[in-house]
């Protein structure tokens, strides 16, 4: 069975300063991953998605993230965060039937 | 309008009541999808279409059915719901089911007296 652990309920940071969620993922197959965020009282929004070509994947707001099978992790990363970045972030790994397995999230503060 | 799109954004209703939340896809996609969200808890799916036929239920209580009469539009039905069903329920839909990405609108807020 596929699972993804966030490892982190809570990240805080300075506007400015790097940000890293972190992601671990078990699964049988190759997987695809993907990291969504949620705005307060919105939807989940598609950040980035890997499916097994470059391991290092760009996404939209100045986030990419890192495939990493030996260490089965694919955190997400942003060289500096901005206050509009404040959000939840769930990591989410595909079985490839019909279901995405999502993550418990992770809700990212950004002080001034 | 693009994208996905959820009516009603919020609402109340008793445990009595009967009720339904709209879904509509703009985006030509095939398989569409009901998600619970709940504090505290990962998303929860519900249930899956895919070319208006249900190919998965996971165990949710016959008080929610859905309906999905064509590839654009997916409802769910409510009635004599329990205070404990309040929640953000998403609607979802992707080009096919696998792994291919899922678009998300922005909920319905649902608040159960």
């Known amino acids: 069975a596929q699972s993804v652990t966030q490892l982190d309920s809570h990240v805080s940071v300075s506007e400015g300063t790097p940000v890293l969620l972190r992601c671990n993922y078990s699964?049988?197959?190759?997987?695809?991953l993907f990291w969504y965020v949620q705005h307060p009282n919105k939807g989940l929004q598609l950040l980035l998605k890997?499916?097994?070509?470059?391991?290092l994947v760009k996404g939209i707001n100045g986030f990419e993230a890192e495939f990493k099978k030996s260490e089965t992790s694919f955190h997400l990363t942003k060289p500096s965060a901005h206050m509009s970045d404040a959000a939840e972030y769930f990591c989410v790994v595909s079985d490839n039937t019909d279901k995405l397995i999502f993550g418990t999230g992770t809700r990212l503060q950004v002080f001034p | 309008e693009t994208g996905v799109t959820q009516t009603p954004r919020h609402l109340v209703m008793g445990m009595t009541n009967k009720k339904s939340l709209k879904c509509e896809q703009h985006?030509?996609?095939?398989?569409m999808y009901w998600y619970k969200q709940s504090a505290k808890k990962p998303l929860e799916l519900m249930f899956v279409y895919s070319l208006e036929e249900r190919v998965e239920n996971n165990s949710v209580p016959s008080r929610f059915s859905p309906e999905c009469p064509n590839s654009s539009h997916l409802f769910l039905h409510l009635h004599t719901l329990q205070p404990e069903d309040s929640a953000l329920y998403l609607c979802a839909s992707s080009q096919g089911l696998g792994s291919y990405e899922q678009y998300f609108g922005p909920g319905t807020r649902l608040t159960v007296t």
């Open positions: 890997y499916t097994s070509a470059a391991t």
């Open positions: 699964s049988s197959y190759s997987p695809s």
């Open positions: 985006l030509g996609h095939n398989a």
